[in-house]
Nanobody, 122 residues
């Protein structure tokens, strides 16, 4: 599966942004989808993941209550709605896919998008 992330940009603290990740192929619904982020000088970290049907979601503590992941299998797209953004949310955001179940480690995802930059100004 090929992934294309979009929607990044510059936003003020407290603002909102929605990222999208479009997937190619006809088996999108068979993949567990995740979002990760990598801030300058830091390792890539898990943000959130969503199950094949979208019925189960999981969030890192740092974004819980502020970010929402969703997916539209008819459109082969996964979304990340980000609210109450903070300067520490500044990072390149990556979508990723895996064939198995929930995973929070980078190495557990086989497919990655190219990343989209989110910059939150204070």
């Amino acid at each position: 599966v090929q992934l294309q992330a979009s929607g990044g940009g510059l936003v003020q603290a407290g603002g909102s942004l929605r990222l999208s990740c479009a997937a190619s192929g006809r088996t999108f619904s068979s993949y567990y989808m995740g979002w990760f982020r990598q801030a300058p000088g830091k390792e890539r970290e898990f943000v959130t993941a969503i199950s094949w049907s979208g019925s189960s979601t999981y969030y890192a503590d740092s974004v819980k209550g502020r970010f929402t992941i969703s997916r539209d299998n008819a459109k082969n797209t996964v979304y990340l709605e980000m609210n109450s953004l903070k300067p520490e949310d500044t990072a390149v955001y990556y979508c990723a896919a895996r064939s198995g179940g929930l995973a929070t480690k980078v190495g557990m995802y086989a497919y990655w998008g190219q990343g989209t930059l989110v910059t939150v100004s204070s």
